[in-house]
């Protein structure tokens, strides 16, 4: 009798604290990270990038990670890289040799990058992985982060727009039926418009983010259909350096490419990645990281355009000026209707504007707004 | 319309002898190292070796004749890495030239990307001097001539010398001794020891020359292509179209000059063609090559014409002992 008083009185407070159990975590996770702050000095940060120091785009991240490193005064050996890792096995392989290396964070710099991320996260809880430019969040260890780059691609669109003298603009574009890439067009195309509206902007798809024979083909046909002006999304600097060849004009991407072309190249939509690096590490160093999706943009800092360069046409400092003040002022964004798609169909009404999940996919992946056509 | 239409066809055109060269280049050099018995897989990694040397002569030196002797002779040492390993050792011709395709990659991707990292401006740059040089120029007022004056007359040194070279090819390998001796060492190497033909200085010899012409088609990327910037994985994969042209050609150079402007014409194909006029997907475009390399393929194997096959030497090393 006694002892099964007693058991009872056991198996409720075992129940209880099982309870208790588990709803604390639910409860605290609101307000506090999973994550212990890490003291700065036995910090480890790695990084996946798909590309070498010296391609544009993972070249970018590679001085964003550094401009980290400066900034939270890491060592050389607390932050590794691994380059060339293609968009196969080998990432998974890359991953883990970091989280052997003991890394508490770990980015990745491409979109192919996702699934193996999500996959190792599940394995390694304790690990924090950061994949740039997907959409995928497991509320847990896995986050993604990317840029506004649409804000930057609206002021060199300025820029093209008021160059150009046959109101036909060229654009060679890596992937069709990509948010990433139609946002860049569109938003590119906005910036055009809004300072002559007659030009329209020819595009060419080229199914590669890299190629620098075939981007610089692309370049060369998009010049023979009367384009003056050649914009890029795609990773080499051959479009600009096409344009040079032909005495054209251009805009680069993710570096400043008037080096390349300096008689051509008017500005480049660029990134600067420290910022979204140093806010996340050092949330991690705090033990303040909590599994946030990173969206930042020209206010932030996470997206410019490179200086005007010699060639572009008077007055465009001032138009891209005013342009810049209406993003930073908060009150405006570059997809606020009335926006139509080329087919003619209106897509954003008077005085609305595109939520993020319709920049970063959704409604993005298939539209191509007025006065862009696909050649 | 009209006029619309033929500057869009000169255009395509005009883009489908750019894009040829490096084609050639590299096809000319495999068909020469596989009419001496041996298949060298390791034509990307030549371009790349010739592509990277190019640069960086070019860069350093100032000097468009060392640009292209440093791409030859970068192009000839891979060859010679494979000619050592395959007619001196006797090694496996696929792995041999396989596994030189990912050291010429690597090498280069290494060497330019330290060439860029180590530059003043952060990059890399050649002299406007030296670009012209390389660049496409208008020869003599001609290439002011509608249509053809372009097409014919507006090219790259490289691209006049790339003719040449299948000129000058194929009247060696059908109007010479050397040609002949060459063709015996690639079809039947015994008999060609038993006529007294030195095999291995046959090989070598040709194995290198190949190279060097494969490296001449990295420089024509790197130099001309992409004026004088270098780039990561500059080659892309070219080398592989031109192994599949060998087929193609018939192992024949003035079929392999014919057959390089039809796939450089392919390769450049999907830019003009209009979307609204055919609507298919690039990915289809981006086939072609190979889709046309298969139906040459069936159709020599079924008409089974000697002289229009692989010569029969190749892939097999030669061992005296053995015959």
Redesign the interface.
Known sequence: MKQSRCFRFIALSLLLALLAGGLAPAASAEVTSAFKPVPVEELKVGMVLIGSQDDGFSGAHYNGLEGMKTALGLKDEQVLYKFNVPETAECDSALRELVDAGCQIIFGNSWGFMNFMEEIAEEYPEVIFSHCSGYKNNGVNFNNYFGRIYQARYLAGIAAGMKTQTNKIGYVAAWADNAEVNGGINAFALGVQSVNPDAVVYVKYISSWFDPTLEKQTAVALLALDCDVIAQHVDTSMPQVAAQEAGKFGCGYNTDMTPAAPDAHLTAPIWHWASVYTAQVQDVVDGTWVPENYFLGLKEGMVDISPLSKNVAPGTAEKIEEARARILSGEWDVFTGPISSNAGELVVKEGEALADADITGGLMTNLLIKGVEVK | MTQDFW??AT?FLY?AV??CVPLLYGTLGEILTQKAGNINLGVEGMMYLGAIAGFLAGYRTDSAMLTVLAGFLAGAGGALIYAFLTVSLKANQNVSGLTLTVFGMGVA?FL??KA??NAP???A?MSERLKALL?PVGIGGLDGLPVIGPLLFRHSVLTYLAVLASVAMALYLRRSRLGLNLRAVGENPAAADAMGVPVSKYKYAHILVGGGLCGLGGVY?SMV???G??????V?G?GWIAMALVIFAAWKPLRAAAGSLVFGAL??LR??V??DVVDIP??LF?MLPFIVTCLVLVVSSVRLRRENQQPAGCGVNYFREER
Request: aromatic share 8%; net charge positive.
């Open positions: 500057g869009q255009a883009a750019l894009a991707n330019g990307e860029k990292l401006v952060g990059t740059f660049s990327i292509t992409c004026l910037n270098w780039q990561p994985n500059i892309a070219q390769s450049v830019l003009y209009p979307k690039a990915a981006t």
